[in-house]
Every structure is written in structure tokens, then in C-alpha cells.
């Protein structure tokens, strides 16, 4: 079964970094042919676009409340995304999940599928 793993969460001060990363596994999936997105879902709170990235990486989209500070990549040839988050606050609390999209750099929920597990991201202050 084609799944999309997350990892890279953890709990980190306000200011800090971390590097998200996304990696199919399972059968044969090429994530070359398909555009990612990431997206969080703080506690009691809906799940909300973060970014997305193209399928060669040329063009990205973020959300207005991480741009400036989250950088999304991909490498394709190890099949896997990344998110890079500096200088994250406190709201940046959530679990972070990937995705794929045969559109372009959505910015929609509803547009992604392929779901993974999600990985926890904890800043204090």
C-alpha cells in the first residue's frame, strides 16, 4: 500500500528550527508526478495549508502566517519532501501532515489525498 511517512517532529524553544520530511513508502510511487503539500493541524482546530511545492520544485505557495520563515523542498531522486521551519512560535503547535495533489501548488484540503500519519510539532515559549 503507497503511504506517505512524516518525521522529523519534535519539541523545540521559540526561535529554534526543525526539518520536516515526507517519504513514500510501500510500492512502486514516484512522487516526481505529483505536486506536495503540507498542511497542520493545531489541537481543536480545523487542518490548514501550510505549503506546497511542484512537481520539479519550481514553484511554491505558502500560507501568509509561515511565509518568510517555512521553506519547502523535494528530491525527487529519494522519492521524499521537505519542510524547513525557522524561527517557529508557539502557534506553529500542531501536527504536520503531507500530501498529494495532481494539481499544481493548491492551497485547498479537499484537492489533496494520500494522507500520511502526521508528525508532532511542539514549540514552547
Known amino acids: 500500500q503507497v503511504q506517505l511517512v512524516e518525521s522529523g517532529g519534535g519539541l523545540v524553544q521559540a526561535g529554534g528550527s526543525l526539518r520536516l520530511s515526507c517519504a513514500a513508502s510501500?510500492?512502486?510511487?514516484?512522487?516526481?508526478?505529483?505536486?506536495m503539500g503540507w498542511f497542520r493541524q493545531a489541537a481543536g482546530k480545523v487542518r490548514e495549508f501550510v505549503g506546497a511545492?511542484?512537481?520539479?520544485?519550481?514553484?511554491?505557495n505558502y500560507a501568509d502566517s509561515v511565509k518568510g520563515r517555512f521553506t519547502i523542498s523535494r528530491d525527487n531522486a529519494k522519492n521524499t519532501v521537505y519542510l524547513q521551519m525557522n524561527s517557529l512560535k508557539p502557534e506553529d503547535t500542531a501536527v504536520y501532515y503531507c500530501?498529494?495533489?495532481?494539481?499544481?501548488?493548491?492551497?485547498?484540503?479537499?484537492?489533496?489525498?494520500?494522507w500520511g500519519q502526521g508528525t508532532q510539532v511542539t514549540v514552547s515559549s
Open positions: 511545492i511542484s512537481r520539479t520544485g519550481g514553484t511554491t
Open positions: 510501500g510500492r512502486a510511487f514516484t512522487i516526481s508526478t505529483y505536486a
Open positions: 500530501a498529494r495533489t495532481t494539481g499544481t501548488v493548491r492551497d485547498k484540503l479537499f484537492e489533496y489525498g494520500g
